[in-house]
């Protein structure tokens, strides 16, 4: 776990968005920090960086306090797209405990999705983490765009991996956001919930994990 404090009722989990240049990683964060009303949710902050940008919630971005003490925050980050800032990428990978993949749903972005899969499956190495053994959520983004692939093609694509079912989205609209981060999160809860306990140390199961650190507001009706 990337920074479990001593104190067995502190736990702060770190998730990294990763994917090629101009894919939707900064949109799927400012529309998580928009939707998403957990107990506590820190403050949203966006750098420039060129034609690409990178973007991290601030040090306590969302998390949840249980009624026995548990203070668990989870902090998530984006990693910028461009070649030019692989060791940033890589650097953010250090001690990640999930990751979400922002592919381009474009036809014509099918290579560069490729490209920067097989760069994460190499940072990841390199910080000595196993992409097939890291809880991962792959999105497919962009469903929006008329050039969108088919999403039966990409299940095709992708039906031998361990990372399916995909999942799909369009940050644009808000759609499929929450719905990526909440797969994630329920990947996520047999590592956690295996190495501290939280089931049976703090009766925290899967589906209450996953609620309160996605949990929305509810749309009003007139």
């Not at 039906?159 to 989205?169: C, D, H, I, K, N």
Request: aromatic share 8%.
């Amino acid at each position: 776990m990337s920074e479990y404090k001593k104190n067995a009722n502190k736990l702060i989990i770190k998730v990294v968005y990763y994917g090629p240049a101009l894919s939707g990683k900064t949109t799927n964060l400012a529309q998580l920090y928009a939707q998403l009303r957990p107990q506590r949710k820190g403050e949203l902050m966006v750098l420039e960086s060129g034609d690409d940008r990178t973007l991290f919630f601030d040090m306590l971005p969302i998390g949840l306090r249980s009624n026995d003490g548990l203070d668990l925050r989870v902090k998530i980050y984006t990693v910028p797209g461009q070649i030019k800032h692989d060791s940033t990428r890589k650097a953010l990978l250090s001690r990640v405990d999930g990751v979400v993949f922002v592919a381009d749903s474009q036809i014509d972005q099918q290579d560069n999705n490729a490209v920067a899969f097989s760069d994460l499956a190499d940072n990841l190495t390199k910080v000595g983490l196993d992409i097939e053994r890291l809880p991962l959520t792959v999105q497919f983004n962009k469903r929006d765009h008329q050039d969108a692939m088919e999403k039966a093609t990409l299940h095709e694509k992708w039906a031998e991996t361990p990372w399916t079912p995909l999942t799909f989205a369009s940050a644009l609209r808000g759609e499929g956001v929450v719905e990526s981060f909440r797969q994630l999160l329920a990947r996520l809860y047999p590592v956690v919930n295996e190495e501290f306990n939280l089931s049976t140390r703090h009766a925290l199961d899967s589906q209450e994990f996953v609620r309160q650190l996605s949990a929305v507001e509810e749309a009003r009706h007139e």
